[in-house]
């Protein structure tokens, strides 16, 4: 009976009984500011803004909704998410391309093993190889696809599995080759 009548007084405009009310949740605020990282805020910034979802509380708190504590307690929390929700948002709009000092970005900073463009032109280059290499006649892409992408063996196994001449599939892989050479030269990439 003694908070309601000091919920009273504060919405009422009784200082002193909103600072009491401030006092007696002070340990819930730093329970949840302790439980919170916000970029940008220490434990006092929390605490204050926990003071203002106290106050907050007391003038928008109905008694026919229930416990005044759990209220509290509520709107404590749903204002420390509400800020992390905040920062969350500044942060999804940031940018390698930020400027850091002048001209020094973000991007100039972070060391990399990887090559992103490297691993890309290299991974371009070879969707076009491939592409090249399934325009080759049946024959010739067979004897490449054995001997150079499978990797299941030599020439002279390739010959004997599939019982041709020796020189036959030398002529056959030759021919891919150079077919192969023209088709990327004809693409303007060089190997």
Known sequence: MYYEELIIRAKEGDKMALEELMMKYKGLIIKHGNSVYINGYDKEDLIQIGYMSVMNAVNKYDFQK???????SFAIQKNFNYLIRGKARE???SSL??????EVQLVDI?????NIEGEY????IKKIVHQCINELPVELR???DYHYIKNEGTLKKYSEEKNI???IVTKRKGQAIRLLKEALNHRNITY
């Open 91 to 93: 942060n999804y709009v």
């Open 165 to 167: 001449n020796y020189r």
């Open 66 to 72: 229930g416990n005044f504590t759990a209220y509290v």
């Open 121 to 124: 032109i290299k991974k371009e």
């Open 97 to 102: 391309d930020y400027y850091i000092e002048d």
């Open 142 to 144: 067979d004897i490449i």
């Open 110 to 114: 972070i060391k990399s093993e990887e």
